[in-house]
């Protein structure tokens, strides 16, 4: 096994990363770095999914609530931050977990982010204004004509990740996918992937539980207290979005709700289709019990590093 090795804990929503994370954690006696794009704010607790008092208490965890909605934060500014507090987990430790359910957040920190060319910024202003007068479904349809192997991938529901991709598509007149690893930044540490995989019907079933924990935890509450500033990319989030239409008389609150629950079936499906792509991933079933799971990883990092 490599000196220095970065454990990443993937997988679909809802799961069972936080759980896995912990154990593996809790046996390298080491910390936790989160990747997921939208527990980094301090304002959205409930539809994040942000781990209890509990598990954060039980091992500690670093970009868990560290930002808050008002402050830009972008996926150059994790790597940058998530690099550094690696660097500093290793002076004294020879592993460190990485948990997230953002496939992007995860690349950056174990390959380093793609080069773009620039674009003329009058793109990004006209596709913003498509955004607003048009909607998020005239952006879907255009990356689907213009990059539809990025289409596949994309976070749909995401209309920062939709204008990045189409400015570059317009910008360059090339598609966006065609940019994306180019180069592969080298790690002075070695990765190992392992991640969670359940039955479509089960991940279905524990989103839909969990969207219903979601609201009888106060959900409603958290996002009227967040209408004011929707527009705000941090909330362009599943979970809220449908929420703050139910607020705008768009829906009903059980429309809200069940769209929630499709919504987040689809971005579970899409983390699936990002991550079934990576052939180092180490997959364990979501209901194998922890300590086989944890015997069976370390022979598989045996096999891997030689160790």
């Known amino acids: 096994m490599s000196p220095k090795l970065l454990i990443a804990v993937v997988g679909s929503t ?68 998530a690099l550094e507090c690696i660097n500093q987990l290793f002076l004294t430790k020879d592993v460190v977990v990485l948990v997230g359910g953002s496939g ?25 204004t498509d955004l607003e007068n048009k909607g998020i479904k005239y952006l879907q349809t255009k990356l689907k004509e213009l990059d539809p192997d990025y289409y596949q991938k994309v976070d749909l529901e995401n209309p920062h990740r939709l204008i990045r991709s ?18 592969k930044n080298e790690r002075y540490f070695k990765t190992a992937y392992i991640g969670i995989l359940a039955e479509r019907e089960v991940i279905y079933d524990r989103i839909n539980r969990r969207v219903d ?13 967040l209408h004011a500033h929707k527009n705000l990319n941090a909330l362009q989030t599943v979970g809220y979005k449908e929420l703050f239409d139910f607020m705008d008389g768009k829906y009903s609150l059980n429309k809200a709700v069940e769209e929630i629950k499709k919504n987040t079936r689809k971005f579970a499906k899409r983390q699936l289709t990002w991550y079934r792509k990576n052939t180092s991933i180490f997959w364990v079933a979501f209901d194998a019990e922890q300590n086989d799971i944890l015997d069976s990883f370390k022979e598989h990092l045996k096999a891997v590093f030689h160790a």
């Open 166 to 183: 189409l400015e570059i598509c317009i910008g360059t007149g090339k598609p966006y996918s065609s940019f994306l690893k180019q180069k």
């Open 213 to 225: 924990s979601m609201m009888q935890e106060g959900l409603l509450k958290e996002a009227e207290s």
């Open 14 to 81: 809802a799961i069972g990363k936080t759980k896995l994370a912990i154990a593996l954690a809790q046996h390298y006696n080491t910390e936790i770095l989160s990747a997921d794009s939208r527990q980094f704010f301090k304002e959205m607790q409930i539809g994040t999914a942000v781990p209890s008092f509990e598990e954060l208490e039980s091992v500690k965890h670093h970009f868990i609530q560290h930002k808050s909605i008002f402050e830009p934060y972008s996926v150059g500014d994790f790597e940058r931050d």
């Open 104 to 128: 992007l957040y995860v690349d950056a920190v174990v390959n380093g982010l793609d080069d773009f060319p620039q674009v003329h910024h009058d793109i990004r202003k006209v596709l913003k």
